[in-house]
């Protein structure tokens, strides 16, 4: 069964730090770029960064630019999201998601990436 599962969400307070991790199951993570995304409250899912997972090269939304940062460890089929200097807008759900290496030049299209995981709430909050 093809899987991928978030974790590592939790509340935090604004200025925090947080690592979300995304873990396949069922295949692996080679060739692909792997996508984290976020729906916030009330409004729509929006990409965050993405990876290729061969080349290690990345891209970031502008909003998380500088201050989150994406890897991945193909052995442990393991994509990680480390986010720091955390404020209240960075709230929401985060998903993760894996797609052929075309995604790559049309991320932050999110419609391209077809496996995805079923989200880990991250909310800023003092």
């Known amino acids: 069964q093809l899987q991928l599962v978030e974790s590592g969400g939790g509340l935090v307070q604004p200025g925090g730090s947080l690592k979300v991790s995304c873990t396949a199951s069922?295949?692996?993570?080679?060739?692909?770029?792997i996508g984290w995304f976020r729906q916030a409250p009330g409004k729509e899912r929006e990409g965050i960064s993405c990876?290729?997972?061969?080349?290690?090269?990345?891209k970031y939304g502008e909003s998380v630019k500088g201050r989150f940062t994406i890897s991945v460890d193909n052995a442990k089929k393991t994509a990680y999201l480390q986010m720091n200097n955390l404020q209240p807008e960075d709230t929401g759900v985060y998903y993760c998601a894996v797609g052929l290496l075309f995604t790559w030049s049309t991320w932050p299209n999110q419609y391209n990436f077809g496996s995805w995981g079923q989200g880990t709430q991250v909310t800023v909050s003092s």
């Open positions: 990876i290729n997972s061969n080349t290690g090269d990345t």
């Open positions: 069922g295949f692996n993570l080679n060739d692909r770029v």
